[in-house]
């Protein structure tokens, strides 16, 4: 219960990967499948709360939060050499419930629902292309480059554009 209302809140996640470990390479291909709740506008709260979301629920962007969504995920990760590590994947992404928000990974409603009574499900797709170099133990040194395509409901009705986003990282372990 929440006030006086019931939450009937859900999400289903899986993430499963096959590693060709005799092939050059060593690619691992995956697909990861997720979806949560969204509200149907009705005294019974229906949108999935994370609680305590990751930062990087979907890709190192992270435009969207873990809320109202369906997610299908495909990955290929690649082992170049003993020490660096490739991976290309790409996310998809719709609303749950097109009566319900778009959320940040704080689950603050980042595009409302459509006041123009759009029922478009489908909200924009997001290619990752990540490298991992651990020269040491110690050290790992990642750069990651994710671009976010929106749907053509988010381009008309709220004028989203296109995003890149480039980021480094270097890790010392102790």
Partial sequence: MFGSNEIRAWAVASDTHYIFSKLPLRPQVGMRADITSGDSKSPTLGTYN??????????????GGPSNFVHIHPTLNLSLTKQIKASLDWGFFWRQNVNDA???????????PSSTGNQKHYSGSSPALTF???PTPHITFLASYVHFFPSDFLRTEYTAKEVDYFTTWITYKF
């Fill in 102 to 112: 778009i959320y940040s990974i704080g689950t603050i409603p980042i595009f409302l």
């Fill in 132 to 134: 991992i170099w651990e």
């Fill in 50 to 63: 994370p609680l305590f979301p990751t930062g990087a629920y979907f890709n190192l962007a992270d435009l």
